[in-house]
């Protein structure tokens, strides 16, 4: 079946640093691959997401890369900051309807 | 607009009770889904509703779980004789479902259910 592999965490950064949280998948066909952040005490909100190969899906400054050849998406950021911490989930969406989430990776990013 | 709503946004109950959490979803969106969220397990689905039918229950752990949806809208996940393990956070989730394979899902904040 379908699964997501995620660096396990936690990380710790410092301000300004960059990120690279990765993010490999297994899955048949075509998937769509999304990033999911989990802000302390709240849900899961949308990041980013990607539907087809080479597509790169960004926003708030994170970036990722649909790479079906090495079938990876990983999460980037230039330079982070305090309240980018959270706890990021990659996922897949496959024909069938449901997410299949990876373990997910607790970010501290530090002052 | 409005996003993704669910109550009680904690529910503490003792062993053996039955339990109701409700979800009640972006408007007009016609596919619902249910997920749990764990420290043991992660995030794991459980049910897809696309409108009132439910093609996808593979993710129910027992048959102590069961789940309906009303009106293409209000969802309600049903435990009954809780145990210690069914605690955990229950997500639910919308979508427009134009597409499938590409749908954005949108969660709610969850419900905390804690077992005693």
């Known amino acids: 079946g379908d699964s997501v592999t995620q660096m396990e965490g936690p990380v710790t950064l410092s301000e300004e640093a960059f990120l690279t949280i990765n993010c490999t998948y297994t899955?048949?066909?075509?998937?769509?691959l999304f990033w999911y952040v989990q802000y302390p005490g709240e849900g899961l909100q949308l990041l980013l997401k990607a539907t087809k190969a080479d597509d790169k899906g960004s926003n708030k400054g994170f970036e990722a890369t649909y790479r079906k050849e090495t079938t990876s998406f990983h999460l980037e950021k230039g330079s982070v900051q305090v309240s980018d911490s959270a706890v990021y989930f990659c996922?897949?969406?496959?024909?069938?309807?449901?997410?299949?989430f990876g373990g997910g990776t607790r970010l501290m990013v530090k002052p | 607009g409005a996003g993704v709503s669910q109550s009680p946004s904690n529910k503490v109950t003792e062993k053996g009770k039955d339990v109701e959490l409700r979800c009640d979803p972006i408007?007009?969106?016609?596919?619902l889904y249910w997920y749990r969220q764990s420290l043991g397990q992660g995030l794991e689905f459980l049910i897809y509703f696309q409108g009132n039918s439910a093609p996808d229950k593979s993710g129910l752990p027992s048959d102590r779980f069961s789940a309906e949806r009303t009106g293409g809208s209000v969802s309600t996940l049903t435990i009954q004789r809780t145990q210690q393990e069914d605690s955990a956070v229950y997500l639910c989730?919308?979508?427009?479902?134009?597409?499938?394979?590409?749908?954005?899902?949108?969660f709610g904040p969850g419900t905390r259910l804690t077992v005693l």
């Open positions: 408007s007009g969106h016609t596919a």
């Open positions: 899955a048949t066909g075509y998937p769509s």
């Open positions: 996922a897949l969406l496959n024909a069938g309807n449901m997410l299949t």
């Open positions: 989730a919308s979508s427009s479902s134009g597409k499938p394979s590409t749908d954005t899902q949108y």
